[in-house]
């Protein structure tokens, strides 16, 4: 994620024939953003930048993307039309369809890209992983398999295969192929909660936390990122700090059930502890 737009720069509404492309495509980062902030963008002229609009909205959506903005990425996606979208853009889409948890139209469009890339390992590793964690394991195990058999010394390859094995109960093995991408995707939120998830589950709870709490740090608008720290926190007694990070991944899961009902546990434990100290402050102490 190189490149932070701020959200209002999302408004393709000022693009003019005056705009620097040379500038704008080629040269500085910041010369984009300075574009898209200061208005010399007027989208009622789109004749210069057509040509390069898969370019400038994948960078926008890019920025969005690392700022947790995932809709507004989104939707400046679909600006570029489909017969554009080069196949860089239409995987952000993907990633960002999956952030969102879309995962009936990550799982179209992967598919139509599928189709025009029939030889691509990595998108079919990208489809295992999909239909692994979106409720369908036994195609999800299928796929993967032929893709071990071609790139399973591959980290992403590694780590959707682990996932899968945890999804089935193999813990063990799940570990193994999670450590191997974990070595080589060290700063990979996604690979460090796949490992986290399998420490937790072996008892390793200590284990879990120090990775989950990488995660939440490489990543902080992954939602269920924060969701797993803030159940591990509580499995641990660490109330104070659940409620914190449990706030934190309900701005991003408004509508989560187990989120509002941890967050409901939580504040009735620290609450009871609270008058439990101010029960303790209130007792006379006993003097000789």
Not at 56 to 83: D, F, H, M, Q
Not at 118 to 131: F, H, K
Request: charged share 30%; hydrophobic share 40%.
């Amino acid at each position: 994620m190189a490149l932070v737009v701020p959200a209002y720069a999302v408004d393709l509404q000022n693009i003019s024939p005056e705009t620097d492309l040379t500038a704008l495509l080629y040269q500085d980062e910041n010369y984009l953003i300075d574009t898209f902030e200061s208005g010399r963008l007027d989208s009622r002229n789109l004749t210069e930048i057509t040509p390069h609009l898969d370019y400038i909205c994948r960078n926008l959506a890019l920025g969005l993307s690392a700022r947790g903005e995932y809709e507004k990425a989104s939707e400046v996606l679909e600006l570029v039309p489909s017969e554009s979208l080069s196949r860089e853009s239409a995987i952000l889409r993907i990633f960002i369809l999956c952030r969102l948890s879309d995962y009936d139209s990550a799982i179209e469009y992967l598919n139509e890209l599928r189709v025009r890339y029939p030889d691509d390992v990595t998108l079919d590793n990208a489809m295992a992983y999909i239909l692994g964690i979106s409720g369908y394991p036994n195609e999800a195990k299928r796929i993967q398999k032929r893709v071990m058999k071609l790139a399973g010394d591959h980290a992403p390859s590694q780590d959707t295969w682990g996932v899968i094995l945890t999804f089935e109960g193999d813990l063990k093995q799940a570990e193994w192929y999670l450590k191997k991408a974990y070595d080589s995707l060290p700063d990979d939120a996604e690979v460090q909660i796949h490992l986290a998830r399998v420490y937790s589950e072996l008892g390793r709870k200590n284990d879990a936390q120090d990775l989950y709490q990488q995660a939440v740090s490489t990543d902080p608008f992954f939602g269920p990122g924060q969701k797993e720290y803030a159940r591990i926190l509580m499995d641990l007694g660490r109330y104070q700090e659940a409620a914190g990070v449990i706030r934190k991944a309900i701005r991003l899961m408004p509508e989560d059930p187990d989120l509002i009902e941890w967050e409901q546990e939580v504040d009735s434990i620290l609450l009871s502890w609270h008058v439990k100290q101010e029960e303790e402050a209130k007792r006379p102490h006993l003097t000789r």
